[in-house]
């Protein structure tokens, strides 16, 4: 039997998973650990700045691609912490990351020894397991289930702590008879099936919610293919955008409170049936549930059986993986088809495409300071269907959603359930660290930039170029808009007068100054009619030096977003000009109808 420490045997076992990169920062009691990936080679390791960045460099490394699993490393105490963000970020939005952290010695553990601290505890309700482990020749084991845990039910996060002493002790393991253990997901019945595609041709005025487990069970195409055999319309979550392109004949566009479309919303409330397919509910997307389930039938499939009623009862629930669901779902409408047992759709569909010339967003402008609909219709003009855009949370996230466009799966991602400031450098870093020839683009307002700008650096040592829309209005916008429903403007502002920088009247912080000394390439955008020169600037400097480029946009100080005020998704508050002429709306899927 062959001898190695349990440090060793676990980097063997990563290897045998399939994973190929790391992110972290070492540290005295992961040292050890980190020795193992020296001396067994084959995992190329990241250093990021903050153990926080490299857990959701890991998630971005994850969303990326079918079967990705990230890895984030740090040593004992506050790097575990640390990871903390990370680890509810990914269970959030069921997303398997590996988070291995070091630990003080076993005989030490419960003595207040240096950085020594409960971390397993700490992160059992955001991971599907945590453990510290304390005997040497259960580590093998134990990643072997983290690995089986990550991939079965509904995909999750897992910690691994492993105290020094054991990392150092040799045991016997054998890495070339390891292989994984089977992964387990629920399946739906061919009964459950009929039934559900029964209750869906009972309807008049169906839809299909497409939920971020479609991605997540790479069942784009699946999902597609049950659409254009019934003819439903398909309204994507946030999560699941891009599962099928938004130019599709059968995309009713987004719902909700925020992230949403005037069409989309409109179609919704017209419907009478919702197939919701791995999604979960969220409230971004439901609001008041008396007005989001009134006079429609719901079936509700997910991976995990315990989320079926979660939220509201469906009138019929399917526990199941999406993707075997949707092989059920494509076979038994196939056979309809085929017997000419489907009603047609096609009046339904079309009302659905209408709503969409009809009710729009107006994007142009030509005021300065920017205003921020311009720059994502300019966005939209110079990134193309193939772009990975990458977001976080706040108005220019929500502005985004409802504005860009997306066309594939995992070709828009974000931070759903969680929602951190800071996520989208690191996780930008990740993506473009699993996709090296993609062509990555984030979007971030000032403040979620400036939660993890040193992750710039990163880019910069590493060479991994993408581009970064920071849109900035030294304002907490979000915050400071949902404040206006208690009449208060307080701690949100941003705004000073640099004493270094007096060209930026009260916008603070020189971005561009910042950026290129973490070793990046920045520009600056205070007209509008700059904006298409300067991403197609950053186009070229990304390939041309290999780092992140930030291309920052200064906005007009207020904007509000188009938002319910009320928690109800059928009274969106539209606080801007919408769009009346085609003009107005350059950019949008189809030409304004007027």
Known sequence: MARMTAARAAVEILKREGVSDAFGVPGAAINPFYAALKASGGIHHTLARHVEGASHMAEGYTRTRPGNIGVCIGTSG??????????YSAIGDSIPILCITGQAPTAVIHKEDFQAVDIASIAGPVTKMAVTVLEAAQVPGVFQQAFHLMRSGRPGPVLIDLPIDVQLTEIEFDPETYAPLSVYKPTATRAQIEKAITLLNASERPLIVAGGGVINADAAELLVEFAELTGTPVVPTLMGWGVLPDDHELNAGMVGLQTSHRYGNATFLESDFVLGIGNRWANRHTGKLDVYTAGRKFVHVDIEPTQIGKIFAPDYGIASDAKAALELFVEVARELKAEGRLPDRSAWAASAQERKSTLQRRTHFDDIPIKPQRVYEEMNKAFGPETRYVSTIGLSQIAGAQMLHVYRPRHWINCGQAGPLGWTIPAALGVAKADPEASVVALSGDYDFQFMIEELAVGAQHRIPYVHVLVNNAYLGLIRQAQIALDINFQVNLEFENINSPELGVYGVDHIKVVEGLGCKAIRVTDPTEL???????????????????????????????????????????????????????????????
């Open 532 to 594: 298409a020169t300067a991403f197609e600037q950053a186009k070229k400097l990304a390939a041309e030096f290999r780092v992140p480029v930030v291309v920052e946009a200064i906005l007009e100080r207020i904007t509000n977003i188009a938002m319910s005020k009320t928690n109800d998704i059928s009274k969106v508050v539209e606080f801007e000009e919408i769009a009346t002429e085609p003009s107005h709306a350059p950019t949008s899927i189809r030409p304004l109808k007027v």
């Open 78 to 87: 506050p790097a575990g912490t640390d990871m903390i963000t990370g680890l």
